[in-house]
């Protein structure tokens, strides 16, 4: 229940007459059921019984039309359902009696007939000004141009007259109903007009900018326009309503969509063989195609509210955010109108019931601030999610994902696909709800500060721009009385823009599962800066339904033309996006977020780009540019797909290190431990233990090869070149050397075995599998491995500061030591999506079981003997 609204009583209705009367039929039979595929869930991811829902109740007064003004009496209302099918109802409900479907034929119609004469009188005021405006145009002293009235009131006359007829010509069938009667022709006829709202449309932008500057520069036309006198209904108490021009220019636009869901539901009420059928039919039939062919110029303009005063409020934008309310994480929905931030919840109702928004609270934008990141005080404490359990996760949705896949290949039973999905849902909605950790954060002027956190920079600098953009107007500050909130609520189910929560269960069969692979991207260098700064860039992509930041560029210092030319290798798992941030690097330490305690650098563009299969999926490099507020950056990328990069090609040339075994390396050398190897961890442990996100991102491929190159020719300036090189390339080298090995460090005999060692249940009968599997490696192989894993624990260990935890370490390395080489992954491998959901997790997580063991020696190891043998 919004804040201020009082519990409502039941409607209850004797009659299908009394429902006429008391004119409440048209909100209740004209809504649409929408699900989220999540019955037994809400938004905190708490199960519910259930039954009646609270406040399902219909609310008496509350038209969730886009447009229509609560100040228009009860009567007016049409209805507003907000979903057509692509094909009509064949005929009527199982059940359902003729004599009854035609009542509610009447009912409908009845309706439609009473917010048609609201909307004819909206069409008189809206062209009552136009006589004198066209009279003084000729006169020395007019208030508007000729040229002006035509923009304005653009198809306005034709648009009246068309109406006009179809009522006077509709009512007398309505107020003289019998099972007979016919009006098919009339719809018909109505549809096959539609092509003047085409033009209206198309005009629909230039009018309103006209009448905006006309009433700007003259205060005659601004008064007129303010307050146009609407006649209210014959039977209607209040003779005349007050609306601006603005408000019933948009009119027209909404009338177009009403008259097809009428259309919709009269098709539903009426028996197949009645002579109207067919002619509504055509009728619907060439709405929805004009709907169709104008969808992108009716779409912004349909998300819209009108508010008391008969200005329209528009939706900008929604979607779904984590807040942390109350020490704890909840998933809400927030709304971005025009002049109000809303933040609301869903209100979980029974299977078939009408879904409604439940406001949890809201902020006038004029009354909305940011505070700057010094200004914030730090987050409550809200416990952070273990990486483990996050990783938990990611492998049960990859398992149900890959099971529900064989269900349908097996032609399954429905019943345990929808189970499966439902286990999907409950994870991938955990995931999404305990995953993001950047901080967003509002202020009201009087005090009370909200607290949303978010997976991406980009995400957080959208709703800035889109909120700061809004705020440039003159907005004034306001209260909302209980009934216009409801009002604005009840709207938000009708206008949103996002249906699901982004989560794979909620994506329909035929929708793109993702890349698997691996990006290449080449940043080459932006244009468009204004003055001389420190600019770097970083790529994101999404993954498991949330943005993850993958690579970041070096930091081009007093620069107007940055110019990176810097590759780098981006692991996918199933992503559909890329997005690339460019950035100021701010180097005042006085600038810190107390709610991460890191330094803010200024988000100077972003932009976003969907990886498409058929574009990307190409031997050769695609170069395109990206625009962002002005700048331009120039960027290429290619693609590998999974089971390509899975070769581990030996190398042709075995004077080298890269692809060679690591047994002939350490021969050669005369050591127990591959000097790259070496080298690579002294460097990152003296220079890079601290760095943020150390082993995850990406170093510049251009980097890599070069130190590629210098090792495999085994230079005396080696150390040299390590000691000016950027860490993150030095990591990205050491994990190339262990990708590039002709077999995995712990090779492609004993991998069937780790496999089945990790699955063990017993912790015991682990323990003794997973350590006899470590004795059986060469022992220049295991030397390494256990160096390595020395390595990067002391890596995790400092967590709080590079936030890179041991499970971080074992989804980056894991595949990078187990993953099998070609003629061995054949055995494995299906699909691209089937490698993530069992070869890659079992492979994180026996790294993950070395990590987490007491520290393992060498000596120790060899000298202790089994308890009982297990066959490798």
């Known amino acids: 229940m919004a804040a201020g609204g009082r519990r409502r009583r039941p409607l209850r209705y004797q009659s299908l007459a009394a429902l006429v009367e008391d004119s409440q039929w048209p909100f209740l039979f004209l809504v649409s059921d929408f699900s989220y595929g999540a019955d037994d869930y809400d938004a905190e991811g708490n199960e519910e019984q259930k039954g009646p829902p609270e406040g399902s109740e219909t609310m008496p007064y509350i038209d969730e039309s886009p447009t229509m003004s609560p100040q228009l009496s009860a009567r007016s209302q049409s209805g507003g359902g907000d979903s057509i099918s692509p094909t009509p109802p064949e005929g009527l409900a199982p059940g359902v009696e003729a004599g009854k479907g035609l009542e509610m034929r009447k009912l409908v119609l009845s309706g439609f007939l009473a917010s048609e004469e609201i909307y004819i009188n909206q069409l008189e005021a809206l062209l009552l000004p136009m006589k004198p405006l066209k009279a003084t145009a000729t006169t020395s002293q007019p208030v508007l141009t000729i040229q002006q009235i035509e923009t304005i009131f653009y198809k306005i006359q034709d648009i009246y007259e068309i109406h006009k007829e179809f009522y006077d010509n509709l009512c007398p069938k309505v107020q003289q109903w019998d099972s007979q009667v016919t009006m098919g022709h009339l719809f018909q006829k109505l549809a096959s007009q539609l092509g003047v709202y085409k033009a209206f449309v198309d005009n629909y932008k230039v009018a309103l900018e006209t009448a905006e500057k006309c009433s700007q520069s003259n205060n005659q036309f601004q008064k007129i326009s303010e307050e146009l006198k609407v006649k209210g209904p014959k039977d209607s108490k209040d003779s005349h309503t007050s609306v601006t021009m603005e408000a019933l220019l948009y009119k027209p636009i909404d009338r177009v969509t009403r008259s097809t869901l009428v259309l919709h539901d009269l098709l539903k009420h009426t028996p197949v063989d009645h002579p109207d059928y067919p002619l509504l039919q055509d009728a619907l039939r060439i709405s929805q195609n004009f709907l169709s062919s104008i969808n992108e110029d009716i779409d912004p303009r349909r998300t819209a509210v009108t508010t008391p ?28 109108f025009t002049d109000v931030l809303l933040c609301a919840k869903l209100k979980k109702t029974s299977a078939g019931k009408h879904q409604q928004y439940d406001c949890k609270w809201y902020i006038p934008l004029a009354d909305l601030v940011f505070p700057s990141p010094e200004e914030s005080e730090a987050s409550p404490h809200v416990h952070p999610f273990p990486d483990h359990e996050l990783e938990d996760m990611k492998m049960k949705i990859s398992a149900l994902k890959s099971e529900i896949q064989k269900e349908k290949a097996n032609k399954g039973q429905s019943r345990a696909i929808e189970r499966l999905k439902k286990k999907m849902f409950e994870n991938e909605f955990l995931l999404l709800l305990n995953s993001p950790t950047i901080p967003f954060r509002i202020h009201n002027r009087n005090g009370k500060s909200y607290l949303f956190l978010l997976s991406s920079d980009y995400e957080r600098s959208e709703w800035r721009e889109a909120i700061q953009k809004l705020q440039k107007k003159d907005l004034q500050a306001f209260v909302l009385s209980s009934v216009e909130l409801q009002v604005l609520t009840g709207s938000c189910f009708k206008l949103r ?37 420190h600019l770097y860039c970083t790529l994101e992509v999404d993954s498991f339904g949330y943005f993850v930041s993958k690579a970041k560029t070096r930091v081009f210092r007093d620069t107007t033309e940055p110019k990176w030319d810097e ?83 030996p190398s042709k040339k075995q004077t080298g290190v890269f692809g060679v075994k690591i047994s002939v390396v350490t021969k050669r050398e005369r050591s127990k431990v591959p000097y790259i190897v070496r080298q690579c961890v002294e460097e990152v442990e003296k220079r890079g233990i601290e760095e943020v996100g150390i082993y995850r991102i990406s170093g510049v491929a251009t980097d890599i090869q070069a130190l590629k190159a210098v090792f495999d020719a085994n230079n005396k300036d080696i150390l040299l070149m390590l000691s000016d090189m950027d860490i993150n390339a030095i990591a990205g080298t050491l994990k190339l050397y262990f990708r590039e090995l002709p077999e995995p460090l712990l090779t492609d005999r004993l991998y069937p075995a780790f496999m089945e060692g990790i699955a063990l249940s017993d912790p015991a009968a682990k323990e003794n599998c997973m350590m006899h599997l470590l004795r059986s490696l060469p022992d220049p192989n295991l030397i390494t491995f256990l160096f390595l894993l020395e390595h990067l624990k002391r890596v995790a260990e400092k967590e709080p500061i590079n936030k890179m935890s041991l499970h971080n370490l074992a989804t980056v390395f894991g595949p990078t030591l187990l993953r099998p080489s070609e003629v061995e992954s054949k055995a494995h491998l299906t699909s691209a999506a089937d490698i993530w959901s069992h070869d890659v997790m079992a492979q994180v997580q026996v790294l993950l079981y070395y990590l987490q063991h007491p520290p393992i020696s060498f000596a120790e190891l060899k000298r202790n003997t089994l308890y009982f043998s297990t066959d490798v």
Request: charged share 30%.
């Open 309 to 336: 005063k008969g200005e329209t409020r528009q939706l900008v934008k929604d979607g779904f955010l984590v807040e942390v309310s109350e020490g704890s994480r909840k998933l809400r929905h927030v709304f971005l």
């Open 497 to 533: 823009t996002v249906h699901n929560i982004p989560v794979t269960s909620n994506k329909d069969d035929d929708e793109s599962p993702g890349l698997y692979g691996f990006l290449h991207v080449i940043v080459h260098s932006a244009k468009g800066f204004k003055q001389s700064a």
């Open 567 to 649: 590759e780098f290798e981006i692991e996918l798992e199933g992503s559909q996006s890329l997005r690339i941030l460019c950035y100021e690097k701010c180097y005042d330490k006085t600038k810190v977020n107390k709610d991460n305690n890191e330094i803010v650098d200024k988000i100077m563009g972003k932009g976003q780009i969907q990886l498409d299969p058929q574009t990307v999926e190409t031997k050769n490099w695609h170069t395109d540019v990206i625009e962002m507020n002005g700048i331009k950056v120039e960027f290429s990328m290619k693609f590998t797909s999974r089971d390509m990069s899975l070769k581990r090609t």
